[in-house]
């Protein structure tokens, strides 16, 4: 087990080694320069240089590229260009609504998807199992953001129950925080459970054909009690990745969900930055995603590793 955690560590290391080259190379390539932009057309050239280096915008790309990443090892991710503060301020007020956003519709999702994919599972073919199948294509092809305004027409506009946007803080109380969270987690989330019921009922049903399934029924035990006994287990190997993905795909890609609800979250902040040309911004929070993406993935396969050991001692 050992050796199979160190494996995977060092892939992790790499895989950021490799991520911040991409990204730093990718944002520095971008034509125009951040100081100009900031200053104007009619800027002084004796000024727009002196914003370059109070910026840190002189020197080679070598050199700004270990200065950047030896600040991110220690946890100083820059100096915005616009707000004049340091990112890991930015960052840290913006994930307070982005993390719980992402923890909330992965809830919602798993809470809706398992049940459900069990049931289409267990009544294959049955009408319940194509209801269930149509729906889920329907939440798949629906684009979330549109879910997301319909969400706001009828549940703020028209009844009222929640408000159409904005988050006051969670200074204000938990419930009003989750209040406000509410109708974007919804909009994330339908999609995800769409997602992963179709994932589940599919290795549920892969599952229950299996030898020992059947022997599990031959002992007397009726289909229900076999599932929870022995194939919820085995089929959740092929669930974990997407759920996996799923957490990182709501934390680094709620950028439209935030800007239709109007949220103070990390995809707002990328959005913001990219506006602006705020470069150290785009490029500190997008690496810090991809950390997150890439922990997320190494936690996934530890868990594999515990469901099914075979896995470990393969590796």
Do not use: C
């Not at 006994?229 to 990745?241: C, D, K, Q």
């Not at 979250?265 to 990219?274: D, T």
């Not at 997008?286 to 001692?313: E, H």
């Amino acid at each position: 087990m050992v050796r199979f955690v160190l494996s995977r560590l060092l892939s992790l290391a790499l895989s950021l080694a490799v991520a911040s080259l991409v990204i730093f190379a990718v944002i520095e390539v971008i034509p125009g320069d951040t100081a100009s932009f900031m200053l104007g057309l009619n800027a002084a050239p004796e000024t727009v240089a002196a914003l370059r280096a109070e910026l840190g915008l002189e020197g080679g790309n070598v050199a700004r590229y270990f200065a950047w990443v030896s600040g991110l090892v220690v946890g100083d991710f820059g100096t915005s260009y616009t707000y004049r503060v340091p990112v890991s301020e930015l960052v840290t007020a913006r994930l307070w609504v982005s993390l719980p956003l992402t923890l909330y519709a992965l809830v919602l999702s798993t809470a809706i998807a398992i049940p459900v994919g069990v049931i289409a599972a267990s009544r294959r073919g049955g009408v319940a199992d194509f209801g269930i199948m149509g729906a889920t294509q329907l939440g798949i092809a629906v684009p979330n953001f549109w879910f997301a305004m319909l969400l706001v027409l009828v549940f703020a506009i028209n009844l009222r129950w929640f408000g159409a946007g904005g988050f006051a803080g969670w200074e204000y109380g938990v419930w009003g925080g989750i209040k406000a969270l509410t109708l974007p987690a919804v909009a994330l989330a339908l999609p995800q459970a769409s997602i992963l019921a179709r994932v589940m009922r599919s290795s549920l049903l892969e599952v229950l054909g299996q030898d020992y399934m059947r022997t599990a029924r031959a002992k007397g035990l009726s289909q229900g009690q076999a599932v929870r006994a022995h194939g919820l287990r085995n089929a959740l190997i092929p669930v974990m990745t997407i759920l996996g993905l799923q957490f990182s795909f709501l934390l680094a890609g709620a950028i439209i969900i935030e800007n239709v609800f109007f949220l103070p979250g990390l995809g707002r902040l990328i959005f913001q930055g990219i506006t602006q040309r705020d470069l150290i911004v785009v490029e500190s929070v997008v690496m810090l995603l991809v950390f997150a993406v890439i922990t997320v993935t190494f936690v996934v396969d530890l868990a594999y590793a515990a469901i099914d050991p075979r896995l470990r001692r393969a590796k």
